[in-house]
C-alpha cells in the first residue's frame, strides 16, 4: 500500500500554561523545541517528570490553557496553529492524552462513532462500523460489553490507556502522539497496547511520537529517533542506543547539564 508522506513539523517552539490563579503570570515551560516527524517514522521523547513533555502534546493538540508565544507547528506545510482543535483532528493529528478525561453519560460506542464521523467526515455505515469496532475491541482484549459504558468513567488506568489504542486504531490518524501511554499499565496491559500501537505504524504507516518517563515500553514498541527532554527543550536526540544509556544512567547527566546552562545563560 503506498501511502501519501506527512510531516509535522515543531520549529523553535515557545509556550506557556495558564495557572490556575487567573491573576497569576502564565508560566513559560516550553522553551524552542524543534522536531520533525514523518509518516512511518517513530519518535520517543523522553524526560523526567515536569520537563514539560505533556505540555508539548498539548501545544500540538492545542489545549487552550497553554499558549504558543513564539516558533511554528505545521502538519504537510500547513499552519496547525491556525487550527482550531476539530481541525488539527481532521487534518490528522491524533492525541492520546496521559490523563484521560472521563465523559458520563457518553456511550463508548456514540463516542467513537461521533469521533469517527468528525474526521472521516461522513458517518460510517452503521453495520460496518459495528463490525469494525468490534475487531478492534478484540484486537485489545476490549470487552464488548465496554461500548455501552460511559467513555472512561470508572475505567482503571491501563482500561483508559486501551481505549485511546482503540480510537487510535478506529481513527487512523496521519501522525498520533502518544503521553505516557505506558503509565500504569502491568507487563499483559501495556503488550496489548504496544501491539495496537505497532499495528497502527504497520498499517497506516503513520508517524508516531512517544512521549514517555521509562524505558520499559521501548522494549515493545521500538523507536528510531529518541530526544532526551530536558527543562522545555530536546536537549539530545539519537537513535535507541539513547534510551539504552539513559535505561542504565537515568536523566543525571542531561539534568545536570541544563542546570549549567541554564545558571549561565542568566
Ligand atoms: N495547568 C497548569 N498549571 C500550572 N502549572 C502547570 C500546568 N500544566 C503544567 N504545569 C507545570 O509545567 C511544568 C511542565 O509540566 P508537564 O508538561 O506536565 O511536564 P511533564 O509532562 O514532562 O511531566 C511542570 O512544572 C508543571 O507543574
Ligand atoms: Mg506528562
Known sequence: MSSPQNVLEIKDLHARVAQTDANAEPIDILKGVNLTVRSGETHAI???NGSGKSTLS??????????????????????????????????????????????????MSNFLRTAATATRGEAPKLRHWVKEVKEAMNELDIDPAFGE????????????????????????????????????????????????????????????????????????IKPEHVHVFVGGRIVESGGPELADELEANGYERFTAAAATADTQGA
Open 46 to 48: 523522553m524526560g523526567p
Open 58 to 107: 498539548y501545544a500540538i493538540a492545542g489545549h487552550p490553557k497553554y499558549e504558543v508565544t513564539s516558533g511554528s507547528i505545521t502538519l504537510n506545510g500547513e499552519d496547525v496553529l491556525e487550527m482550531s482543535v476539530d481541525e488539527r483532528a481532521r487534518a490528522g493529528l491524533f492525541l492520546a492524552m496521559q490523563y484521560p478525561v472521563e465523559v458520563p453519560g457518553v456511550s
Open 149 to 220: 459504558r460511559s467513555v472512561n468513567e470508572g475505567f482503571s488506568g491501563g482500561e483508559k490507556k486501551r481505549h485511546e489504542i482503540l480510537q487510535l486504531g478506529l481513527l487512523k490518524p496521519q501522525i498520533a502522539i502518544l503521553d505516557e501511554t505506558d503509565s500504569g499499565l502491568d507487563v499483559d496491559a501495556l503488550r496489548v497496547v504496544s501491539e495496537g500501537v505497532n499495528q497502527y505504524r504497520e498499517r497506516e504507516h503513520g508517524g508516531v511520537l512517544l512521549i514517555t518517563h521509562y524505558t520499559r515500553i521501548l522494549r515493545y
